[in-house]
């Protein structure tokens, strides 16, 4: 019988021909970790169409799989569990210093890093150990002792400004860029500070079982009693909240267009039909299809504050769109009741179950009998096969089914980020990832029933479509 080990990699093995015989028939090479990232690069746009994607996904399972086996147990929990929060903290240096807007001016060859230092007003020897952490991890390259330089993986964080504009005005550092560094920035900033938190608010008997918005790790992480919206509209937070909403921009920037447009069928709609994006930030989901419909009317809906910067941006990137704007809070009336699509975008993990059945009522509220509500969120799939009642779901098997032996059925760490994103719900928010049976349950409690369900290939997200019951 062939052996696990064996069987990983041939997984590995069979996958990488697929990705170099699809490369090959287009006459490119797959990117090199050394190559700086540019993204509207043919090879790069490449990478991503769903057959590459699918073989990576296989990589990226098989070697997780084969690490975790061939890793002597303790130095396995050691060495990628216990510690990452240390690569995140690392992460967190760089993104805030500007040390990749520095080494793309310094080119290939990188700088030394006590010029980094002294540029950066920081220590030469700590910051070495932070760079070399992630030069280890793939994250720029060592050229030489000391000697730093940017990589495939850490010029994606490049904000494209020169590093003293960076540095000279954070409200503009990430203007006009991908809104990964922002992410990046939020999750290794109030993300790290809260995950800290998570054991002793899990295990003290007076928030073990909380359903509170407050009192949870984010308010000792952060050292405030506001819920994390509150906080950020608090005088001297302007920034926060601004690479926040820069942040959300990432979730479309780093996903090819075609997942928001392939899942549900936008054409069916009729020209003059109503989309409304729930709480939709800047409104980036709802310009994405706006770029592929121009016949469609649009709201975009969220907080007061927030809603004057949807309005900027949609005045830049889309200044002829059919858009309206709509001040509104989650858990009050829905002003638009006329709507052919909801579409609630990354709002339902935000939210515990209580609050989460107040805003889908008052959609349901609003609703026609036609209104379709699409909901885009990470669905968290089960480390063992499903057998809930949410597989028979129409489109559910292309997103609960197992992955080829003798991979976790749920394509273990190649499906990592929801679990993480879960649990960095919990500690911001006490909200939740939830599973395609959980999403049923909730959308029944308020009034919607799932009629269709797409894993579209290349997004984290999936796409849940209900109607009215
Ligand atoms: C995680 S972001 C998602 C934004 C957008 N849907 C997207 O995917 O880019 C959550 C959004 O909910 C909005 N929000 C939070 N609480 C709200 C409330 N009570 N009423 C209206 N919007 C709210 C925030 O301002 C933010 O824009």
């Known amino acids: 019988m062939t052996s696990p080990l064996r069987q990983l990699s041939a997984l590995i093995s ?5 990705i170099e015989r699809e490369f090959a028939s287009q006459g490119l090479s797959y ?3 050394d ?10 746009v490449f990478a ?14 098989a070697a997780g799989q084969l690490s975790a086996l061939v890793h002597p147990p303790g130095l396995y929990q050691l060495r990628l569990i216990v510690l990452q929060s240390f690569d995140a903290a690392a992460l967190n240096v760089v993104v805030v210093k500007g040390i990749v807007e520095l080494l793309r001016e310094a080119g290939p060859k990188g700088l030394h890093v006590d010029h980094i230092a002294s540029k950066t007003r920081m220590d030469s020897a700590k910051l070495a150990r932070v ?14 002792p000391d000697v730093f330089a940017n990589n495939r993986l850490s010029s994606a964080l490049d904000t494209g400004k020169s590093h003293t504009a960076h540095q000279a005005s954070p409200m503009l550092r990430h203007e006009g860029a991908s809104g990964l560094a922002a992410l990046v920035e939020v999750q290794t900033g109030e993300g790290l500070k809260s995950s800290g938190w998570i054991s002793e608010f899990m295990t003290s008997s007076s928030t073990a079982t909380s359903h509170e918005i407050v009192n949870i790790p984010f308010n000792k992480g952060v050292g405030t009693e506001l819920t994390i919206w509150q906080w950020w509209e608090t005088p001297g937070n302007e920034y926060l909240k601004a690479r926040f909403n820069k942040a959300m921009e990432a979730y479309t920037s780093q996903e090819q267009p075609e997942a928001i447009l392939n899942g549900f069928v936008w054409g069916d709609l009729e020209p003059g039909s109503k989309v409304v994006d729930v709480a939709g930030g800047l409104g980036t989901v709802a310009s994405v299809v706006a770029t592929a419909h121009s016949g469609l009317r649009f709201v975009v809906e969220d907080r007061p504050s927030v809603i004057e910067h949807s309005r900027k941006f949609w005045k830049a990137h889309l200044p002829k ?16 009741k006329d709507a052919d699509v909801y579409i609630l975008r990354n709002i339902l993990h935000d939210w515990p179950e209580w609050h989460s059945v107040q805003m889908l009522r008052s959609l349901r509220n609003a609703a026609q009998p036609t209104t379709k509500l699409v909901i885009m969120e990470h669905v968290v799939v089960y480390a063992c096969e499903d057998t ?5 779901i129409p489109g559910a098997e292309g997103m609960v089914a197992g992955a080829p032996e003798p991979l976790l059925p749920n394509f273990g760490v190649a499906a990592h980020f929801s679990y993480l994103s879960d649990l960095l719900m919990m500690a911001l928010l006490n909200g939740e990832e939830r599973t395609l049976a959980s999403f049923a349950q909730l959308l029944r409690k308020a009034g919607w029933k799932i009629c269709e369900v797409h894993s579209v290939p290349g997004s984290v997200f999936k796409q849940i479509v209900a109607q009215p019951v």
């Open 14 to 18: 069979s996958s990488v021909d697929v």
């Open 31 to 33: 990117p090199s970790l």
């Open 35 to 44: 190559d700086f990232f540019d993204p509207t690069s043919h090879a790069e």
């Open 48 to 61: 991503r169409v769903p057959v590459v994607a699918e073989a990576a996904r296989l990589i990226v399972a």
């Open 131 to 144: 760079l070399r952490l992630l030069a280890s991890n793939h994250i720029f390259r060592e050229t030489s």
């Open 321 to 336: 769109a059919n858009v309206e704007f709509e001040v509104f809070d989650l858990f009050g009336e829905q002003p638009v």
């Open 388 to 392: 809930t009642e949410a597989r028979a």
